[in-house]
């Protein structure tokens, strides 16, 4: 069982930066394929960024050039650094992380959530 605890979410206004953190309880993260999705009211839950445990990178269209995902296997944390935030980056994001095998349709562990408010 991966246990996944998210921080660093909050309010920013538009342009602004934020990081996300998610540090997970499982020794072997570093065999882990990670990511992060995020969820706004009315919308389908959509995936933003992944890190496979083979080191391949995926970020979403809408996201491209302003976020980075990150991984410290040592520290057994995520990271998703997100600049030039906008107003439509609001939502609900959330840490994830499973064997590759179960991306993106089985994944079974996930963070509590954490909300990015993008004021305008």
């Known amino acids: 069982q991966v246990q996944l605890a998210e921080s660093g979410g909050g309010l920013v206004q538009t342009g602004g930066s934020l990081r996300l953190s998610c540090a997970a309880s499982?020794?072997?993260?570093?065999?882990?394929?990670v990511g992060w999705f995020r969820q706004s009211p009315g919308k389908e839950r959509e995936c933003v960024a992944a890190?496979?445990?083979?080191?391949?990178?995926y970020y979403g269209e809408s996201v491209k050039g302003r976020f980075t995902i990150s991984r410290d296997n040592a520290k057994k944390t995520m990271y998703l650094q997100m600049n030039s935030l906008k107003f439509e980056d609001t939502a609900v994001y959330y840490c994830?992380?499973?064997?590759?095998?179960?991306?993106?349709?089985?994944?079974?562990?996930w963070g509590q959530g954490t909300q990015v408010t993008v004021s305008s």
């Open positions: 994830a992380a499973d064997e590759e095998s179960n991306w993106p349709d089985r994944i079974h562990y």
């Open positions: 499982e020794r072997t993260f570093s065999r882990l394929s």
């Open positions: 890190s496979s445990s083979g080191g391949s990178i």
